[in-house]
């Protein structure tokens, strides 16, 4: 049966192979469910995978602890940092809930800043001017996989004695003066692998650092408080039953379910970036006549994961962001809007008594934005047919 309207095009897809499947399969079959010895060695292979794409001088080992998701590894990396109440962290507001609700999670105070309009990243000299004796941490998020401004802010933050968490749960794989994210002089950095990031495990995440300090309170936190790593009870030798308590930990430990999908999709994350990459690079080429501010690229030499690909309306564009996403919507082309800023919803307007005034690069952007289909599977003729429908909602 033929039909006239092509099947929707979804706005993201993850791309399982038949290597994790069987990976999936292996697991289920070995009997170890639970985090075990596929968790240990996706931390293994992450670390690996760090290191091949690590550029500075700092020789300590880069510690990689998996968690069940982005939001667990932001918590733990801070609650290792010691933030809690009466501290403040800097963030941006134009960023998903979970990069500031962590911060709440420990009693700190979260003061939202906006972003440099040109790379849609948070502003250096705001971040500068929010700083109060109260500023214990900064949480930079490379939005859509481009890197912020990361040799200015560790400067600020090294002048002011500020701890550096990355949000990178975009960043798979980005670089910054060649080295990958995650390998950088920041405190600690977490990476995503929620279904819609570069890399799946359906839910999941990693907080890599190269502080020993961090790492072992991390790995105590993330399983009960526990005193003692839980794969210890796969591996040891002796009796194992005996552990003590030492903190009010959270659960926070990846599945080997979930690690066994992370071990194959990590194998392929530079191939996903490079298929990434050129389907941006066609929606460049398709979209420069049109009234679009396209993403901001990289510094000539840099990695950016593209996870996002977000088009701005041009200022006299005929046609509003909304209707826009109503007109693709209706061709059957999916799309989403990254983000809402934080400073427009209830919870954080209210609880910091937020304007938009105080944000006029997030908001104009905001208002603009759409993040059009960008995944591994598209093919050059998705791309075509979403710049055909955008050309079509723009009368061209
Ligand atoms: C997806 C995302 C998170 C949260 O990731 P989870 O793995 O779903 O917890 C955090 N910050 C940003 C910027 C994200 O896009």
């Not at 560790?154 to 798979?172: C, P, T, W, Y």
Request: aromatic letters at 8%.
């Amino acid at each position: 049966m033929t039909s006239d309207h092509p099947p929707f095009l979804p706005f993201a897809l993850p791309e399982i192979g038949d290597e994790e499947i069987a990976e999936v399969i292996d697991t289920l079959k070995s009997g170890w469910v639970t985090t075990g010895p596929k968790a240990r060695r996706f931390e293994q292979d992450f670390a690996t995978f760090l290191a091949q794409g690590h550029r500075s001088d700092d020789t300590r080992e880069i510690h990689c602890i998996a968690v069940n998701s982005a939001t667990a590894g932001l918590h733990l990396a801070l609650e290792a940092m010691g933030i809690g109440p009466g501290d403040e962290v800097i963030t941006t507001t134009h960023t998903f809930t979970a990069t500031a609700e962590v911060v709440r999670y420990l009693g700190a105070d979260v003061k939202l800043v906006d972003i440099d309009p040109a790379t849609l990243n948070i502003d250096v000299a705001a971040v500068e001017a929010a700083i109060t004796p109260r500023t214990k941490a900064l949480i930079p998020v490379h939005y859509a996989g481009l890197a912020a401004d990361m040799p200015a802010l560790l400067a600020l933050a090294q002048r002011h004695g500020l701890k550096v968490l990355e949000d990178a749960a975009h960043a798979l794989p980005t670089t910054v003066g060649g080295g990958l994210v995650g390998t950088l002089a920041s405190d600690a950095t977490v990476f995503s692998f929620y279904a819609n990031k570069t890399i799946t495990t359906g839910e999941g995440g990693m907080l890599v650092t190269r502080d020993a300090a961090i790492a072992a309170r991390a790995k105590v936190m993330r399983l009960h408080g526990i005193n003692r790593d839980a794969f210890d009870r796969f591996t040891a030798k002796v009796p194992s039953w005996y552990y003590e308590i030492v903190a009010p930990g959270f659960k926070y430990n990846l599945t080997d379910i979930a690690a066994a999908l992370g071990l194959h999709q990590l194998q392929r994350a530079h191939g996903f970036q490079q298929r990434r990459a050129a389907l941006a690079a066609q929606y460049d080429a398709l979209l420069a006549d049109l009234p679009i501010v396209r993403p901001p690229r990289p510094a000539e030499g840099e990695l950016h994961s593209w996870h996002l690909y977000v088009a701005r309306l041009a200022d006299d564009a005929p046609i509003g962001r909304d209707a826009l996403i109503e007109a693709l919507y209706a061709d059957g082309i999916g799309c989403s809007v990254h983000y809402i800023p934080l400073h427009l919803h209830p919870y954080w307007r209210e609880r910091y008594d937020l304007k938009a005034a105080d944000f006029p690069h997030s908001q104009h952007a905001y208002e603009r934005m759409l993040s059009l289909p960008l995944y591994t599977r598209m093919g050059e003729a998705d791309v075509e047919r979403v710049v055909r429908s955008l050309r079509r909602a723009f009368g061209r």
